[in-house]
């Protein structure tokens, strides 16, 4: 199925080893309905940990890419590994992405591992979104954890799910959006009666408002006047503020039990900005002249490689990321910074270690190529400079990354 650059999210996933990146991706597959049972780390059974040294020292390795398709939209999750050792996963997702997903255990805190990641998402001028893992577990302190977040992340952090433990034990999880309650009882959403947590729930409310408030001036005008704010000015508030890198919601859940992750999909879709959020990307031509791409199907084909394999099946795989135009079978490809025309023998939607063969990868969307077996063929662009867009790319990648590659695929 092909989806509009509106609604696609590329996402990357990062943060500690062990805060539970790579579940909370294979629970979100699992929960879209992709997969028939939910891989365990443990078990060495999930999508994205597929690699047999993975699988043993059961812990990512290696950057992967999960799409969840769910309720009309598409997440390309970038899974990174948490490991130092293993950081380049991360710059490789990273050039891929619009936003960062930042994973910080409700049992360990605010690591190093996510600092990294917040510093990350900072540098490449990404949108940013923490989701507190875990937090079902009883030596659990989300209050804990958010004043750590303001310590070492600033004031941008902003909370719009609270989770509260109730009488009988079990978790509740507050959506501060819309002001209810609400637990889930083997991963389905059950609304119940708003819990009493006293001033804090005061105290979360007019920091939201604040933080909203100072997106736009009507709002702010509103803000002072002492009226409350809408539902949907708050979504549309929220989602101003993430997108501008003003604000950086956090959310909880629970991964493993299935808690709370209906409303991280739906705010990942409401909040994150898409391929299309951007009027144009910024290039260069083979002169060296500004080109602006925009994220159409109509303009030529433009495609990022952010990352290539050696896949024991079908050979060399490259993960591109389509910045404008289609990617189709047998369309040749020209390799910017070589100059080698490529034939793609045919795009793929990779899930893990999956490979389904795909009509195409559309504007926006991530996918992966083999190129053909034939030798390269040197040829020089048809087009003046003027109209080549070939990308030697500007802001928000540089030009530093190994492994980048940028393919334009020429108009008749």
Known sequence: MGYASKDIRNI????????????????????????????????????????????????????????????????????????????????????????????VSGRSGVTVGAEKAYQLALKNNKARMIFVTKADLENADYFKILEQMKIKFGPSVCPCVVPVRLDDGTVAYIN????????YEGGKQVQ??????????????????????????????????GEAFTTEEIVQGMASGVRSGQITPVFCGSAVNAQALDMLLFNMHKLLPSPAHDAFILAEDANGEPVELHCTEEEPTTAYVFKTVADPFVGKLSYLRVISGKVTAGEPLT?????????????????????????????????AVAPSAMPPVWSKCPLPSSRCPACSWLSPWPRKATRARSAARWPA
């Open 176 to 183: 501060l959006f819309s002001q209810k309650a609400f637990k």
């Open 335 to 367: 390799n910017a910074r070589t100059g080698e025309v490529e034939k793609i023998s045919k795009p793929l939607t990779v899930i893990g270690k999956k490979q389904v063969d795909a009509d195409g990868i559309g504007a926006g969307d991530i996918g």
């Open 192 to 225: 119940i009666d708003l819990p009493d947590i006293g001033h804090r729930f005061e105290g979360l409310i007019q920091a939201m408002s604040e933080a909203i408030a100072e997106t736009d001036e009507a709002l702010m005008e509103k803000f002072f006047e």
């Open 12 to 103: 990357l996933v990062a943060g500690h080893a062990g805060c539970g990146k790579t579940t909370l991706t294979e629970a979100l597959l699992y929960m879209s309905g992709a997969s028939e049972r939910m891989g365990r780390v443990e078990d060495g059974t999930t999508a994205s940990d597929f690699d047999p040294e993975e699988i043993r020292r059961k812990a990512s390795l290696n950057s992967s890419v999960v799409p969840v398709e769910y309720e009309g939209i598409k997440y390309n999750l970038i899974d990174a590994p948490g490991l130092f050792d293993f950081e380049t996963g991360a710059a490789e997702g990273i050039m891929a992405a619009e936003s960062v997903l930042i994973c």
